[in-house]
């Protein structure tokens, strides 16, 4: 039971941790936001379907944990050792060269994979227009519920 606990408190820490960091984007100044989106999920259907999901169920060696001797008021006993299972999980071998795909499709394109600092409610940053402005240190980008990114900029 604390395993568990143990477990899903790292997972929550990772996602919160995950959620701060830069996000990764494509950028061509001066392209269309429309030109943009349109070339970014064609890219990613066709990588999808040059490298399609291939998981492939792995697991973890288990654990042993070896016995120890126990004394308490001048009697001893041992405990015996256990084995703890080692959890099974998934992987998407292709996931990589996925990416890669995707990333040579845009830079194809004229686009470049940028970092930007995630959008807070605090960033002055204004939303973008019809088109990619330059970028500055005001820029931000944020992930919509649909999954797609926009950037914001300064000015």
Known sequence: MCKDRTIIAAL???????A???????????AEVSRLQSD???????SLRDAPVANEIRQHPPVFH????????????F??????D????????NKPLR???????????GYQQVALKRCTRRNPAAVAGPQLAPLS?????????????SIRTGG
């Open 12 to 18: 929550v820490l990772l996602l919160g941790t995950a």
């Open 20 to 30: 701060c960091g830069p996000l990764p984007v494509y950028y061509r100044q001066g």
């Open 40 to 46: 970014e999920l064609g890219c990613e259907a066709q």
């Open 66 to 77: 070896p016995g120890r001797k126990v004394c308490s008021g001048g009697s001893c006993y």
């Open 79 to 84: 405990r015996p050792g256990y084995w703890v």
């Open 86 to 93: 080692g959890g099974i999980y998934t992987v998407d071998v």
């Open 99 to 109: 990416l890669r795909l995707e990333k040579s499709c845009m830079a194809s394109k």
């Open 137 to 149: 240190e005001a820029s931000c980008a944020q992930r919509n519920k649909d999954g797609s990114v």
